[in-house]
């Protein structure tokens, strides 16, 4: 069974099947807190704090739990797989946004109404759909745009200083937990960006 999970986590079809999973649970828990609340404005609202609120989460789980010496060796190791393949297709199975989603909205509807649980939660579904889509595009997109290439160099250096620059959808809490590394064209040396579109263009 360990075989088959692990099997599963770094194929194709489950990697692209995940990011599409992310999107429709986000929209299943936004449709499900518009339907029952008695404030829709209230539900929006909060849908956009969970957006907000995943991006502190992101770093959290990337900081803390990928890259701390900590028991959970499972967590550090099946991500420094992704240090030495930046180009894999290594993701959780397909299900598991819904199934923590549902867990998180369940644990959250008993201090607050069920529509807000559910906002919440959506919009955290949707902000880790944004970083879903955010790490695969910069692994494999080349950007002309300032800002987005800035995105890119601040995640390719942390694939060279590990301890460093946490974030993907944004720099904000590096900067807040003092984690933030500005770079330089030196840093930038020996980084295989864009290995797969440099190929393709061959």
């Not at 807190?33 to 704090?49: G, N, P, Q």
């Amino acid at each position: 069974m360990k075989d088959l999970i692990l099997k599963m986590t770094a194929s194709k079809w489950n990697y692209y099947l995940s990011i599409a999973c992310d999107f429709l649970t986000a929209v299943v828990f936004l449709g499900l807190s518009l339907y029952y609340t008695k404030d829709i404005w209230a539900s929006i609202a909060l849908f956009v704090v969970g957006v907000i609120f995943f991006t502190f989460l992101e770093y959290a789980v990337h900081a803390w739990l990928f890259h701390k010496n900590h028991p959970l060796k499972a967590f550090i190791e099946g991500h420094a797989h992704h240090h030495q393949n930046p180009f894999s297709y290594d993701a959780m199975p397909f299900f598991m946004s819904a199934v923590i989603a549902t867990i998180f909205a369940w644990l959250l509807h008993f201090i607050m109404p069920t529509p807000d649980a559910l906002a919440i939660v959506g919009g955290m579904a949707l902000g880790y759909f944004n970083y879903g889509i955010m790490h695969h595009i910069m692994h494999r997109v080349e950007f002309n745009s300032k800002y987005w290439r800035y995105m890119q160099e601040f995640h390719f250096v942390h694939h060279k200083k590990p301890k460093m620059n946490h974030g993907v959808t944004t720099d904000i809490w590096d900067r807040v937990f003092g984690t933030y590394y500005q770079w330089s064209e030196e840093d930038l040396k020996g980084i295989e960006k864009l290995k797969r579109v440099k190929k393709k263009a061959k």
